[in-house]
């Protein structure tokens, strides 16, 4: 079925109803807009720019009514902290793992290679406000970030680490007090109602949010920006869909469901993140279809919202293979040791990049920082294709982060199997399984 609504039979929508169906033809137009019309293209701006403030206006209460009554809904609080450290060691193990995938990729095509760069020529002003940003996501620099001025404040500047943060004490808290805490969690379950109803009414507007973002971005960079660093752009994509398919295939496959029948179940989000190039834009319906997939809400909201600081995927390969893209274009032989250090740097800085705006890019510049063999000017050789990385980019982080959903779940025995594969094979749930919240703004396509 197509839409699910509360307490009514589900109804199937014409082709042309469906959100990625919309979301899509938007992309399209958007981009023929860019390439035959430049100026209006970028005139288009706002509408991207409008659309990415409207998620973010309602990202705070949604994270903060997922995480807090999922807490709070928990008996056992040791089990916050174990879900916790599950994800942790989730998170460790395979963002590790793809920073040494983008190293042995870069290796083995080295996309760089030829270019024969002399450092000295490079233009180190292009990449000097990165670099100044970079200074701030130093791991110091993170975990002062990540407390909050006051309880309040988070909700004012939109910071999702600090909103995390407060979320999370706050159900602990609630859930210590008992009996006590039962009217103020029923009135946040309450809440939660209206504010995923407005989510759905926001995500009306992706389409015009995509086609506004596709158009500046092709009307401003241009098609052919791309072509003098194809091979770079090509090697990425192509070890990001290897990762995805062949990695977290294995992962998904070795837990008893399908990587490619998750990447069409969350195809919505996929299409979003790719016409606005923010993930930020996918967060609310993401946690939505993956508590309606079978994992619970407690879970979902641990997992999918420090994955979206910790999980970076596609960050970590794209950190290495821009790092080594730059040394093989300025001909600088990197040592062994140069690459772990190079690796263990990545670990870290991507960590405490977490939150900033444009991390990819930023996280590269800190990494660089400390890393003296590979000169940061060298940013300035992907500075202009970095553009069509960061979609790349955003859409590997999404899709792991689902996937880490999924894995700790089962991990956890929080997983309902049969819902989760009813929901990935585009089945109706069944009557009382889907949470009311969620069966307002959910969408499926059988």
């Given at each position: 079925?197509?839409?699910?609504?509360?307490g009514?039979?589900?109804?199937k929508?014409?082709?042309?109803?469906?959100?990625?169906v919309?979301?899509?033809?938007?992309?399209?137009?958007?981009?023929?807009?860019?390439?035959?019309?430049?100026?209006?293209?970028?005139?288009?701006?706002?509408?991207?720019?409008?659309?990415?403030?409207?998620?973010k206006?309602?990202?705070?209460?949604?994270?903060?009514?997922?995480?807090?009554?999922?807490?709070?809904?928990?008996?056992?609080?040791?089990?916050?902290?174990?879900?916790?450290?599950?994800?942790?060691?989730?998170?460790?193990?395979?963002?590790?793992?793809?920073?040494?995938?983008?190293?042995?990729?870069?290796?083995?095509v080295?996309p760089?290679?030829?270019?024969?760069?002399?450092?000295?020529?490079?233009?180190?002003?292009?990449?000097?406000?990165?670099?100044?940003?970079?200074?701030?996501?130093?791991?110091t620099?993170?975990?002062?970030?990540?407390?909050?001025?006051?309880?309040?404040?988070?909700?004012?500047?939109?910071?999702?680490?600090?909103?995390?943060?407060?979320?999370?004490?706050f159900?602990?808290?609630?859930?210590?007090?008992?009996?006590?805490?039962?009217?103020?969690?029923?009135?946040?379950?309450?809440?939660?109602?209206?504010?995923?109803?407005l989510?759905?009414?926001?995500?009306?507007?992706?389409?015009?949010?995509?086609?506004?973002?596709?158009?500046?971005?092709?009307?401003?960079?241009?098609?052919?920006?791309?072509?003098?660093?194809?091979?770079?752009?090509?090697?990425?994509?192509?070890?990001?869909?290897?990762?995805?398919?062949?990695?977290?295939?294995?992962?998904?496959?070795?837990?008893?469901?399908?990587?490619?029948?998750l990447?069409?179940?969350?195809?919505?989000?996929?299409?979003?993140?790719?016409?606005?190039?923010?993930?930020?834009?996918?967060?609310?319906?993401?946690?939505?279809?993956?508590?309606?997939?079978?994992?619970?809400?407690?879970?979902?909201?641990?997992?999918?919202?420090?994955?979206?600081?910790?999980?970076?995927?596609?960050?970590?390969?794209?950190?290495?293979?821009?790092a080594?893209?730059?040394?093989?274009?300025?001909?600088?032989?990197?040592?062994l040791?140069?690459?772990?250090?190079?690796?263990?740097?990545?670990?870290?800085?991507?960590?405490?990049?977490?939150?900033?705006?444009?991390?990819?890019?930023?996280?590269?510049?800190?990494?660089?920082?400390?890393?003296?063999?590979?000169?940061?000017?060298?940013?300035?050789?992907?500075?202009?294709?970095d553009?069509?990385?960061?979609?790349?980019?955003?859409?590997?982080?999404?899709?792991?982060?689902?996937?880490?959903?999924?894995?700790?779940?089962?991990?956890?025995g929080?997983?309902?199997?049969?819902?989760?594969?009813?929901?990935?094979?585009?089945?109706?749930?069944?009557?009382?399984?889907?949470?009311?919240?969620?069966?307002?703004?959910?969408?499926?396509?059988?």
């Amino acid at each position: 079925m197509i839409e699910v609504d509360q307490g009514a039979p589900a109804r199937k929508l014409k082709f042309y109803q469906i959100l990625y169906v919309q979301v899509l033809f938007a992309i399209v137009v958007g981009i023929l807009l860019g390439y035959f019309k430049p100026d209006l293209g970028q005139a288009m701006q706002p509408l991207g720019d409008g659309f990415i403030k409207l998620v973010k206006m309602i990202i705070a209460p949604v994270i903060f009514l997922t995480v807090a009554t999922g807490i709070a809904a928990m008996s056992d609080l040791k089990k916050v902290g174990r879900v916790a450290g599950k994800a942790m060691l989730y998170f460790l193990v395979f963002s590790t793992l793809a920073l040494i995938v983008g190293m042995l990729v870069s290796h083995l095509v080295q996309p760089g290679a030829g270019m024969h760069i002399n450092p000295a020529t490079l233009d180190q002003k292009a990449v000097s406000g990165y670099v100044a940003k970079a200074h701030d996501s130093t791991i110091t620099g993170f975990l002062l970030n990540v407390i909050p001025t006051t309880i309040f404040s988070p909700f004012v500047g939109g910071d999702i680490l600090q909103v995390l943060f407060v979320a999370v004490l706050f159900g602990i808290a609630l859930a210590q007090v008992g009996e006590r805490g039962k009217p103020v969690l029923d009135f946040l379950t309450a809440l939660a109602q209206p504010i995923f109803k407005l989510v759905a009414i926001l995500m009306k507007a992706a389409p015009i949010g995509a086609f506004g973002a596709m158009a500046f971005t092709i009307g401003k960079y241009g098609i052919k920006s791309i072509i003098n660093l194809a091979m770079l752009v090509g090697t990425f994509y192509a070890t990001s869909v290897l990762f995805v398919v062949v990695v977290l295939g294995l992962v998904a496959r070795y837990n008893g469901f399908s990587i490619l029948k998750l990447v069409r179940y969350i195809r919505e989000e996929l299409l979003l993140v790719l016409g606005t190039s923010s993930s930020e834009a996918a967060l609310p319906t993401l946690m939505q279809k993956m508590e309606r997939a079978g994992c619970s809400k407690s879970v979902v909201g641990l997992v999918v919202l420090t994955g979206y600081s910790f999980n970076l995927d596609g960050t970590n390969i794209y950190m290495t293979m821009a790092a080594l893209f730059i040394a093989q274009a300025c001909d600088i032989p990197l040592s062994l040791g140069d690459q772990i250090l190079l690796l263990v740097v990545a670990m870290l800085s991507s960590k405490g990049a977490a939150g900033v705006t444009g991390a990819g890019f930023i996280t590269l510049a800190a990494t660089l920082s400390v890393v003296p063999t590979v000169p940061v000017a060298g940013m300035a050789l992907i500075l202009g294709v970095d553009r069509f990385m960061s979609e790349c980019r955003a859409l590997t982080n999404l899709v792991g982060n689902a996937t880490a959903a999924v894995v700790v779940a089962r991990w956890e025995g929080e997983l309902d199997k049969d819902q989760l594969h009813a929901a990935l094979e585009g089945e109706a749930p069944a009557p009382g399984v889907q949470p009311q919240a969620m069966a307002q703004v959910s969408t499926s396509q059988s």
